[in-house]
């Protein structure tokens, strides 16, 4: 059973627009969210997390919402840029435990 | 460089090989995984080690088996795999059990396995 759902294996978005990545959780126990960047060839960075006690986070071009009552959240990058390019996973833990989607890869176009 | 440094970067092997992936972090944390990543599916936790000590093993076969030394070093042994184990493998360490401490999780850049 896939905890953490990312149900948009794609993403295209033009260059300056906003990116609206999307994930869902089913396992209330999580109370803690990350979002991670993937290149090719490369393990996954870390690019912003969110507490469950809190709605929305910001950094920069990069905003994470939580809405708890949906079990869903979502990470906003705006505006979009070319470098942005790469697959985007959502994460969430408890205790001991950080479960990934399966990523949504996102292409910024000129 | 996120501090994290998986070897090797690839490896291809027979199903009767037995190999060792070697993770190292500089980061000074005391918490290290490794994460399995197959096309197409979620990033799988395969063991979790914190303060050196295996907290968790999610129903992973025996034809894999980590080693971890100290809290620099992380290893898994590799032995009669099959086919179906070719995948990325990601090693990654964290200042405490993420989850319980809520921090971000530092990956290395994974070494791809082939069995064949």
């Known amino acids: ?44 960075t870390f690019l912003i997390s969110i507490s469950s006690i809190k709605d929305k986070n910001e950094d920069g071009r990069f905003t994470v919402f939580l809405n708890k009552s949906a079990k869903h959240l979502s990470l906003h990058i705006v505006p979009s840029q070319p470098g942005d390019s790469a697959v985007y996973f959502c994460a969430a833990s408890y205790t001991d435990k950080l479960i990934f989607g399966t990523g949504t890869r996102l292409q910024v176009f000129p | 460089e996120t501090g994290v440094t998986q070897t090797p970067r690839h490896l291809v092997m027979g199903m009767t090989n037995k190999k060792s992936l070697k993770c190292e972090q500089h980061l000074g944390h005391n918490a290290m995984y490794w994460y399995k990543q197959s096309a197409k599916k979620p990033l799988e936790l395969m063991f979790v080690y914190s303060l050196e000590e ?31 184990d070719s995948a990325l493998y990601l090693c990654a360490s964290s200042q405490g059990a993420t989850g319980i401490q809520n921090t971000e999780a530092f990956f290395g850049q994974g070494t791809r396995l082939t069995v064949v």
């Open chain 2, 54 to 84: 295996r907290v968790e093993n999610n129903s992973v076969p025996s034809r894999f088996s980590p080693e971890c030394p100290n809290s620099s070093h992380l290893f898994l042994h590799l032995h009669t795999l099959q086919p179906e």
């Open chain 1, 1 to 44: 059973d896939q905890q953490v759902k990312q149900n948009s294996p794609s993403l295209s978005v033009q260059e300056g627009r906003i990116s609206i990545l999307n994930c869902d959780y089913t396992n209330s126990m999580f109370d803690y969210f990350l979002w991670y960047k993937k290149y090719p060839a490369e393990g996954p």
